[in-house]
């Protein structure tokens, strides 16, 4: 059975430092793979997604994040954080054949000034 | 364009009232979701149209109604709504043969 599972509940950094937002999946095949993010009172939008191409995966704002299949890992990451950073971060893994989505539980990201 | 539109952004409506939340996507995307979200949570899936056909149905109460009138439209129909149905209710869509989820803005529903 497939499932989500992120590290943190909540990640603070600073300003200007780096982001590592940790996710692990179970899956008993090649999944597809989703970072989601939610700033306050907003829906949701898409950051990135892998779908078994390259393993380095860039997305919008400057968020990446590596398909490491032998670690069963898809960390989330940002060279620089910035304020506008500010939001609730979903790891997502996709039920290939039935349009179902398998969310993780969320991690907000705190940005100190 | 990557947008799908969400009417209203915000609903406050009584226990009795019948109401109808709106979503509209042009992206050529033939299926279409709603989910509900309550505060802290991930969104929890309730519905999914795939070629404006009910495909899944989450157990959901009756009191929710979705409607599915062409490829570009979707509507959830609201009637007799209790206290805890207050959460955020969002529409998403979907390619075909992609598996990435394109969602609104989402209705912010409160239930007094």
């Known amino acids: 059975a497939q499932s989500v599972t992120q590290l943190d509940s909540h990640v603070s950094v600073s300003e200007g430092t780096p982001v590592l937002l940790r996710c692990n999946y179970s899956?008993?095949?090649?999944?597809?793979l989703f970072w989601y993010v939610q700033h306050p009172n907003k829906g949701l939008q898409l950051l990135l997604k892998?779908?078994?191409?390259a393993t380095l995966v860039k997305g919008i704002n400057g968020f990446e994040a590596e398909f490491k299949k032998s670690e069963t890992s898809f960390h989330l990451t940002k060279p620089s954080a910035h304020m506008s950073d500010a939001a609730e971060y979903f790891c997502?893994?996709?039920?290939?054949?039935?349009?179902?989505?398998?969310w993780g539980a969320g991690t907000k990201l705190i940005i100190k000034p | 364009d990557t947008e799908v539109t969400q009417t209203p952004k915000h609903l406050v409506m009584g226990m009795t009232n019948k109401k109808s939340l709106k979503c509209e996507q042009h992206?050529?995307?033939?299926?279409m979701y709603w989910y509900k979200q309550k505060a802290k949570k991930p969104p929890e899936l309730m519905f999914v149209?795939?070629?404006?056909?009910?495909?899944i149905n989450e157990s959901v109460p009756s009191r929710f109604s979705p409607e599915c009138p062409n490829s570009s439209l979707l509507n959830l129909h609201l009637h007799a709504l209790q206290p805890e149905d207050s959460a955020l209710y969002l529409c998403?869509?979907?390619?075909?043969?992609?598996?990435?989820?394109?969602f609104g803005p989402g209705t912010r529903l409160t239930v007094t």
């Open positions: 998403a869509s979907s390619h075909p043969t992609r598996y990435e989820q394109y």
């Open positions: 992206m050529g995307h033939r299926a």
């Open positions: 149209y795939s070629y404006e056909k009910l495909s």
């Open positions: 899956s008993s095949y090649s999944p597809s």
């Open positions: 892998y779908t078994s191409a």
């Open positions: 997502v893994v996709s039920l290939d054949s039935n349009y179902q989505l398998i």
